[in-house]
């Protein structure tokens, strides 16, 4: 039986008609074979336009349907949509598009015409090889992984538990909180970080629908959308958790004193510690680094001091299984290394610090108690603050960190409040962006803040004239005057930009996602879909994505909790059927296409000797298809018949 | 390890101490210096922003040269080092320049493929020899000689990229396997004034000065450097420095290589320590006669 076809042409208001002759297109598709109607409209997106399919497939009985209009990406689920709503199978269908890869692109409208008369006969073509298809539909379970426990991945957890949704919260530190619980205080506003932040935290650990897997990490991820497994690895904390009751004495009686590493080693721990007072779970950690039981086999005074005997050497890494429907990745950023940049001297000249640095001095609960001071214990009275230090710059990274003005000008204002000193901003361009950054930056300038307009060359120590002896000197060239200053200072703060995780690539390679030229997960639009990934089910927020300051980070935290809601609450996910299928007889058992398979999604049948597609997991790359020697394996709706007959009408029509 | 060696003008005249003491030490370690037959002048030090395709050209016909021969080239000037390496990069990068300049070699019957690296000799010692290797053939060691380890201003910059380029650390290591004390020396990078000292000197000599400055105030009783025109700046012109500033600088120069033929137990004259327009030879008495 031959195939009913109908065709439709959409001009898009102008945007395909003032390039595209659509009425000479129609008038071409009218007389290819098969086709039983063409027509134009003006929008064939809108109800009305797909309202004349439906009633043409009712009462002209078509088959098949062609619309010719944008990018798929665009609007094939609308115009599938309306097929089956007609009455036919939604997948025979084909969307031609002669908007961006025709209209847009053409500057001649006779050669537009042309091009797109060739576009809708190749679909044409295709469209009378395309097969009925069904989607198939899997329960979603509604557990929620989230891993990293900064503010990003605190928001997302506390939005989903309080919807009653069940929680997991992977955090690889001792306690969740992340960066936020080191700063002293926020931009614009100026609140203290730890006063919006630690109630959070609190309601995080007593949250009946909140997990919290602290001091953890996922080792792997596998499965689908609605339906993963994650397997967690607990590190040994040496102290109990359920027997814990966080009084701290083993803290108090501890003999061994480190560097924190959560006061940037300015501040000093125990080996059995808590980061900070406010941590979350309120549990120490023995550090079996310097523990005096694992390093010499002696001390134990924790195990005496312990009124509720919850300390365990004896504990060991675990391993946890979890099912989830779906996972936000919250994982954050690494700070750049102030160290690689050799001319600004840090870790060569003493007073030269990072701005986490800063942020421990200034805390009123950091290693001075809040004081700004000099390694020689005195308060500085001139401080030079140095922008962009990794960001920008192509010898390192050169995207723009987006938060170091802001906290630049706030480390600015606190500066010049606890010290009284002189503050410089060494700045390429200011960039406050925000809401009320503007106004912040504007209240600065009014300050005492001296603002120059130059990337700091150097910071040096040699000194040229006696001012500059024993001090600091900032060398920058002052764009705005052009010359080159040298400006001595005692202290100098380097605004270090947000680099991606270590690790990033080994969590992008766990979780099948991909990242972008900068190293930072790749989200599935920038624009329309922020949060998602091109991993159904898999969701990244906050810096892991790029760099954030905490408004944004708290939105997409909130952002990526509404996704995996709308996902778990439809109970049930469709996937697509278009999907690679491996022909038994003609597979010889080569696995040229495991190893090729993004997504883990093809495995050997050892009895039969041939490789299977796991239709869950597949995604219709096509990457096997291509591979596979023997020629074994094809992807439905891009079927070997449909994109030759797709190719030869092309070629056909070639002028 | 065989190398092309090219050692650029000023080897064969003002810096001849250079050439010799180069040539002496590589061979103990084994650094097989094949002279590049009938090289030419790598346009150091202006050409470059004057005449580009030109420069480009008396390189390329240098590369495509030791290429014929089959090896890398080992370079002691850092201006000969910079230069070589701008033409090898650019040839790369921007395929206009390729043909233009493969063009031209044709006309001398040569072509150059890219296949030639361009090295320094201090990165050949300190990356490819070794401390083991050099420190098994240092039979004086230069105890406590505190020296100031001057790169300059072209070392690693532009295109250098086997050492840090605001900060390098290569010499100060290979100074520290010599046996020698290399002192802090923030200016170890900076430029020393070269060419404009014929052209500026009221720009060229405050430069020379800091130097002196930073590196006698750090306790560097002498300089070790690895480019023939900071040698001849820095030493050639202390006393016009003292003059200028009133200063009393008689700061002995050394290429890192006599250091090295120092520390290996060659004679000074063998290295060329006769040469000098600072006498080194007090220094030397202090710290290293006693024991010869």
């Known amino acids: 039986m031959a195939e009913k076809i109908g065709v439709y042409v959409c001009h898009c208001g102008s945007n395909i008609a003032q390039m595209v002759d659509c009425k000479n297109v129609v008038d071409y598709a009218a007389t290819l074979p098969n086709v039983t109607v063409a027509r134009e409209y003006q929008y064939m997106c809108s109800d009305p336009g797909q309202e004349l399919i439906k009633k043409d497939i009712k009462e002209l009985g078509l088959t098949r349907v062609v619309v010719a209009s944008c990018s798929p990406l665009m609007h094939e689920l609308t115009f599938r949509r309306a097929v089956e709503e007609g009455g036919l199978n939604q997948f025979l269908f084909q969307m031609a598009n002669i908007r961006e890869q025709c209209s847009w692109i053409s500057e001649k409208k006779e050669m537009a015409t042309e091009r797109a008369k060739a576009i809708v006969g190749a679909a044409v073509k295709r469209v009378a090889f395309q097969e009925p298809l069904e989607v198939k539909k899997v329960p979603v379970n509604p557990n929620v992984l989230i891993v ?292 912040f930056y504007k209240r600065l300038l009014s300050e005492e803040t001296v603002f120059i307009r130059g990337k700091a060359a150097e910071v040096t120590d040699v000194a040229q004239t006696p001012a500059e002896k024993g001090r600091l000197i900032v060398v920058a060239e002052d764009t705005l005057l052009g010359i080159v200053r040298r400006t001595p200072v005692d202290m100098v703060v380097l605004s270090v930009g947000l680099e991606p995780r270590k690790d990033a690539a080994d969590l992008a390679r766990i979780f ?32 892991c994505q790029g760099p954030k300051d905490i408004p944004d980070s708290v939105a997409q935290g909130a952002a990526a909790a509404a996704n995996v809601l709308s996902l778990i609450d439809r109970k049930e996910v469709t996937l697509e059927p278009t999907v690679a299928v491996i022909d038994e007889e003609s597979c010889s058992g080569c696995k040229i296409c495991l190893g090729l398979c993004p997504y883990n999604a093809i495995t050997f049948d050892e009895t039969k000797k041939v490789s299977k597609v796991n239709d869950a997991l597949c995604k219709g790359c096509g990457v096997c298809v291509a591979g596979c020697p023997s020629g074994a394996i094809e992807q439905r709706n891009f079927t070997d018949a449909q994109l030759l007959a797709e190719v030869e009408s092309v070629c056909a029509s070639g002028k | 390890m065989e190398f092309a060696y090219y050692p650029g003008c000023s080897l064969e005249g003002m810096n001849k101490a250079y050439d010799q003491s180069a040539r002496l030490v590589s061979k103990s370690l084994g650094i097989d210096l094949k002279e590049l037959n009938d090289w030419n002048c790598c346009g150091a030090s202006a050409y470059m922003s004057i005449r580009e395709l030109r420069a480009h050209l008396l390189s390329a016909r240098n590369l495509a040269m030791a290429e014929r021969e089959k090896k890398d080239l080992a370079v002691v000037c850092p201006a000969c080092y910079t230069n070589l390496t701008k033409t090898n990069h650019y040839m790369g990068e921007d395929a206009r320049l390729r043909r233009t300049v493969e063009s031209a070699l044709k006309a001398a019957n040569l072509q150059y493929m890219g296949t030639v690296k361009v090295r320094h000799l201090l990165d050949v010692i300190v990356s490819e020899i070794g401390e083991s290797e050099v420190r098994a053939k240092v039979t004086k060691p230069l105890s406590g000689l505190k020296i100031a380890p001057y790169y300059g201003c072209q070392f690693t910059r532009p295109l250098g990229d086997y050492d840090d380029k605001e900060f390098p650390t290569m010499l100060d290591t290979l100074l520290k396997w010599l046996g020698a004390e290399p002192v802090y020396f923030p200016l170890k990078a900076k430029c020393c004034g070269g060419i404009l000292m014929t052209t500026n000197e009221s720009v060229a000599l405050p430069l020379v000065r800091s130097l002196l400055d930073s590196a006698t105030q750090n306790g560097g009783e002498c300089i070790a450097t690895i480019c023939p025109l900071c040698h001849m700046t820095l030493e050639a012109y202390q006393g016009d420095v003292n003059k200028a500033f009133s200063t009393g600088f008689k700061v002995p120069m050394f290429y890192f290589t006599q250091l090295m033929g120092l520390a290996f137990g060659f004679n000074k004259k063998e290295l060329g320590i006769n040469q000098e327009l600072i006498s080194s030879k007090a220094l030397l008495e202090k710290h290293l006669e006693v024991a010869r």
């Open chain 1, 148 to 439: 990293g426990g900064g503010i990003t991945g605190i928001e997302a957890a506390l939005q989903i538990a309080d919807s009653g949704k069940k929680v997991y919260l992977v955090e690889r530190e001792p306690t969740i909180g992340g960066y936020m619980t080191r700063f002293d205080k926020t931009f614009p506003t100026l609140d203290c970080a730890a006063c919006i932040l630690t109630p959070k935290m609190v309601n995080v650990a007593q949250h009946p629908n909140i997990e919290l897997l602290s001091y953890s990490d996922v080792t792997g991820f596998s499965g689908y959308v609605g339906n993963f497994t994650a397997r967690i690895r607990r590190r040994p904390r040496y102290v109990e958790e359920e027997k814990c009751n966080g009084c701290g004495l083993c803290t108090e009686k501890c003999p061994i004193s480190v560097p924190s590493e959560f006061d940037c080693g300015l501040g000093k721990r125990k080996a059995i510690y808590r980061p900070f007072p406010q941590a979350v779970p309120n549990i120490p950690v023995i550090d079996r680094e310097h523990c005096l039981f694992f390093t010499k086999g002696i001390c134990k005074v924790c195990v005496k001091f312990c009124p509720r005997g919850a300390i365990n050497f004896d504990q060991k890494e675990e391993f946890l299984d979890l099912e989830v429907g779906a996972a936000i990745l919250a994982t954050g950023f690494d700070l750049f290394d102030a160290s690689k940049v050799k001319q600004y001297g840090y870790g060569r000249l003493p007073n030269v610090i990072t701005s986490l640095e800063f942020e421990r001095f200034s805390h009123a609960s950091g290693p001075t108690g809040g004081k700004i001071l000099l390694k020689n214990g005195q308060t500085p009275a001139s401080i030079a603050i140095l922008h962009c230090i990794g960001s920008r710059d192509t010898n390192f990274n050169e995207y723009c960190s987006r938060v170091c003005c802001m906290y630049s000008m706030k480390m600015a204002h606190l500066a010049h409040e606890k010290t009284e000193g002189k503050v410089y901003e060494f700045y390429i361009d200011i960039r406050a962006f925000g809401k009320g950054y503007e106004e």
């Open chain 1, 512 to 543: 099948s996602i991909s990242r972008s030229q900068d190293g930072f997960f790749l989200e599935r639009h920038p624009k329309l879909a922020p949060v998602s990934t091109a991993s159904d089910g898999i969701f990244i927020a906050g810096s």
